[in-house]
Each structure stands twice: as C-alpha cells, then as structure tokens.
C-alpha cells in the first residue's frame, strides 16, 4: 500500500507540503519592541501575568520558541522608559499565523485591560534581522 493510499489524499497532499516549506528559505527574524512605563493602575504582576498568559497560547499555537520577554531597566536610565516589552517570532508569517491563532486571540481579549493601558503611552517597532557575516 502507497503512503498516499494509507494517509488518503488530503493528508498525503500536507505531508509534502510540509516537507516542501520546511526546504525553503525562512523570511527574516523578526523582533516587536514596546518602550513603556507602566501606567496608572497597571502592575508589574498584571503584564507578567498579561504576557505569561499571551506565552502559554504563542506555544499552543505551536511556536513555543517565540512570544514575548519583559524587560526592566537596571541602574542608572538613560531615557524615558524603564521597560522593554519584547516580542521574538521566527518569521513574518510566522508571527502572523501566531497572532491569528485562536488561543492567541483568546488570551489577548482576556488581557485586554493591560495591553490597552501600555499600548496608549508606548513606542512600538518592529524590527528585522539583519545577517552578520561569520
């Protein structure tokens, strides 16, 4: 019996997709940074809370390397904000697939109290990876 017979057509059909995009080249790494002070009301606990949550549907969505790190300034601050809310995803379409998720969707409505109250003060970018040469 063939794998395609065994597996039936539908699933033959995304074993070789899988194995075929697992061949290609991935888009660059991406990074989403936050610059923030927290607000009002919100508590270091709330967006460790917020993001630990966000973390835990990121890995069910099936990326547990990516989701989001939070940093505080230590020492002396140069500037005006003393965290870092940090997102890593592998690719642009990954981070897509990651935000369209279900679970991801989820957490974020479940937390949308804290992730509004940072997103009004804070500085967002998005960054790619740029290659180093070895």
């Not at 990121?58 to 230590?74: D, F, H, I, M, S």
């Not at 592998?90 to 990651?98: E, F, K």
């Given at each position: 019996?063939?794998?395609?017979?065994?597996?039936?057509?539908?699933?033959?059909?995304?074993?070789?997709?899988?194995?075929?995009?697992?061949?290609?080249?991935?888009?660059?790494?991406?990074?989403?940074?936050?610059?923030?002070?927290?607000?009002?009301?919100?508590?270091?606990?709330d967006?460790?809370?917020?993001?630990?949550?966000?973390?835990?549907?990121?890995?069910?969505?099936?990326?547990?390397?990516?989701?989001?790190?939070?940093?505080?300034v230590?020492?002396?601050?140069?500037?005006?904000?003393?965290?870092?809310?940090?997102?890593?995803?592998p690719?642009?379409?990954?981070?897509?697939?990651?935000?369209?998720?279900?679970?991801?969707?989820?957490?974020?409505?479940?937390?949308?109290?804290?992730?509004?109250?940072?997103?009004?003060?804070?500085?967002?970018?998005?960054?790619?990876?740029?290659?180093?040469?070895?």
């Amino acid at each position: 019996m063939s794998l395609r017979a065994f597996l039936g057509p539908a699933c033959f059909v995304a074993l070789v997709f899988a194995g075929f995009s697992a061949t290609q080249p991935e888009s660059p790494a991406l990074k989403s940074h936050h610059l923030l002070n927290l607000p009002d009301g919100i508590t270091e606990a709330d967006v460790v809370a917020a993001l630990s949550d966000a973390n835990s549907a990121v890995a069910e969505a099936g990326y547990p390397e990516a989701g989001y790190r939070l940093w505080k300034v230590t020492g002396e601050r140069d500037g005006r904000y003393s965290y870092l809310w940090e997102g890593n995803w592998p690719s642009q379409a990954a981070y897509d697939s990651i935000h369209n998720h279900a679970a991801v969707v989820a957490a974020g409505e479940r937390n949308q109290s804290v992730f509004a109250a940072l997103s009004e003060r804070q500085v967002y970018n998005r960054y790619v990876e740029i290659p180093l040469e070895n």
